[in-house]
């Protein structure tokens, strides 16, 4: 049975889509049968794992609406051990197309519980908003992992998504919980950076695990090249950071 994480934060320019790519790659590059989901109408993980997001046939959006199979949308082995279910601009109407729908938070649980043992993980990828997607990964996700960049701002984007895993929490899915804290773009030399991640672990206590991904350009270069950090440069700091958090991914099991 797989571990299903997903990436989330009410706040944009956290690096969600960076980290999504880059735990999936990570923990594919360890051996373990990897499904990438982009939920995010962007489509940046989708480009970012070198998909071609606007020539796709058939994406989650199909998926959701019934028109087509999981069979249909995945695209296998993007890398060794790593598939994905796509994303594009087309997500962007899912809501509308599916207001008159019941239980329409549960569409893509439905879809995963069909296909979950084929895979180790599942990491799904949110938009940067609280709406029927993201519903969707929290009702689908067994936990979910919170990128936070080291900045003034980063305790009101956490406050806002604790208050929306307690909703989902105790509405839809009882077994949902924070897996763990990634805090991105991190300068040790900053003392900005070392309060942010003090703050929040006074917030946080010490359930969940915390993560440094360092502030490095290779890493920000890689989505152009439509390649993940590690196999852009393997040897950089970026690589090195999320091959850390996929072994400290691995290395909490889940719960029964």
């Known amino acids: ?27 594919a590059a360890r051996g373990k049968k990897v499904l990438t989901i982009d939920m995010d109408p962007q489509g940046n993980t989708t480009s970012g794992l070198g998909v071609d997001k606007n020539g796709l046939e058939n994406t989650i959006y199909e998926l959701m609406l019934g028109n087509a199979e999981m069979k249909e949308c995945i695209i296998e082995k993007v890398y060794d051990h790593l598939s994905l279910l796509p994303a594009n601009v087309n997500l962007t109407a ?39 997607l993201t519903l969707n990964a929290l009702v689908t996700a067994d936990s979910v992992l919170v990128p ?22 105790e509405r839809l899915n009882e077994n949902l919980k924070i897996e763990g804290i990634v805090f991105t773009m991190y300068d040790a030399r900053t003392n900005l950076s070392s309060q942010v991640v003090e703050n929040v672990k006074e917030n946080l206590g010490n359930e969940v695990y915390y993560a440094l991904i360092p502030r490095n350009v290779r890493l920000a270069e890689a989505p152009s090249y439509g390649q993940p950090i590690n196999v852009y440069d393997p040897k950089s700091a970026g690589a090195e950071a ?9 290395g909490k099991k889940k719960k029964k």
């Open 94 to 132: 899912v809501e509308i197309e599916l207001i008159d729908q019941e239980n329409k938070e549960f569409i893509l649980k439905e879809e995963i519980e069909k296909i979950r043992d084929k895979f180790d993980y599942v990491i799904i990828d949110c938009p940067p908003s609280l709406n029927l």
């Open 242 to 250: 999320y091959d850390l958090l996929a072994k400290t991914v691995i």
């Open 1 to 27: 049975m797989s571990r299903i994480i997903a990436i989330a934060n009410q706040k944009g320019g956290v690096g969600k889509s960076t980290t999504a790519i880059n735990l999936s790659a990570s923990l």
């Open 148 to 169: 936070i960049q080291c900045e003034y701002y980063a305790l009101e984007g956490l406050a806002q998504l604790v208050n929306t895993v307690n909703l989902v929490k």
